[in-house]
């Protein structure tokens, strides 16, 4: 057994912090932090596109030409069913853009009148028409009248974004788990949306109404006689194109 020298111990210490210290900036080059930067983004498409309640605008555009005071019968229409859903509806005034300075001025302002008439007709106080001059900026377009309204309503999107390839790509590191595109689910998503009548229904159930009460009281003379309960269609077989299932 031969004794070291202390050069040789010295040298040996020296190779073990060299060797200690490799290692441990190679470790550093292999440490994560475990976070998966796809897992960011849902794989549900409900979650990916959600459906928000918010406040938009509904408008009806009024094309008024130079020679025309009135509106057409088209126009009354548009204007009537914009009163009927701010009854129902609308959450601030109507905001009515009428145009000045320019070549069918007059006749916008006479269609404006008859507008309001068929507002208040349908139930919109004088109160909530406001009106608003502008001054269009392109004179090549022609002006028209502008009603509108804010109301509360379920939008989602935007759709068409593509923020990763379908392909095979060495920027998507999970292409071949079989999991949904980015867009994939976002049309559905807007056009439920844009169905929905009441967006309150989204957050919270109706409540509930009162019962029909000549058919419940039917319903319960039939019991007390001991008779079925169910309605009685007599017309219901004429309708029938097969007497399979009998």
């Known amino acids: 057994m031969t004794n070291r020298t202390p050069v040789g111990r010295y040298r040996t210490l020296r190779l073990l912090g060299t060797l200690a210290g490799l290692s441990v900036v190679l470790g550093a080059c292999n440490y994560t932090t475990g976070e998966v930067v796809t897992a960011s983004v849902p794989n549900d498409y409900r979650q990916r596109h959600p459906i928000a309640i918010t406040e938009t605008n509904r408008s009806v555009v009024i094309f008024v030409g130079q020679a025309r005071g009135g509106l057409t019968v088209p126009q009354r229409s548009d204007v009537m069913g914009l009163a009927r859903t701010w009854v129902s509806e609308g959450t601030g005034a109507i905001v009515a853009d009428v145009p000045v300075d320019t070549a069918n001025a007059r006749a916008a302002a006479a269609a404006f009148r008859e507008a309001q ?76 949306a844009a169905m929905i009548d009441n967006p309150s229904d989204l957050v919270q159930p109706r409540s509930e109404t009162p019962a029909y009460t000549p058919r419940r009281s039917e319903a319960f003379e039939k019991y007390r006689k001991g008779e079925p309960t169910t309605t009685v269609y007599p017309e219901a077989e004429k309708a029938k194109l097969s007497d399979t299932g009998k």
Do not use: M
């Not at 507002?119 to 009106?131: C, E, H, Y």
């Not at 309204?149 to 060495?170: F, K, N």
């Not at 590191?173 to 949904?180: D, I, K, Q, S, T």
């Open 117 to 192: 008439g068929i507002l208040a007709a349908g139930g919109v106080p004088a109160s909530a028409i406001k009106l608003r001059h502008y001054h269009p900026d392109d004179i090549r377009t022609l002006p028209t009248i502008r009603l509108s309204y804010p109301r509360i309503a379920a939008v989602a999107g935007p759709c068409g974004l593509w923020p990763e390839d379908l392909g095979p790509s060495i920027n998507d590191p999970g292409y071949g788990e079989n999991r949904e595109y980015y867009n994939f689910g976002c049309a559905n998503q807007r056009n439920l």
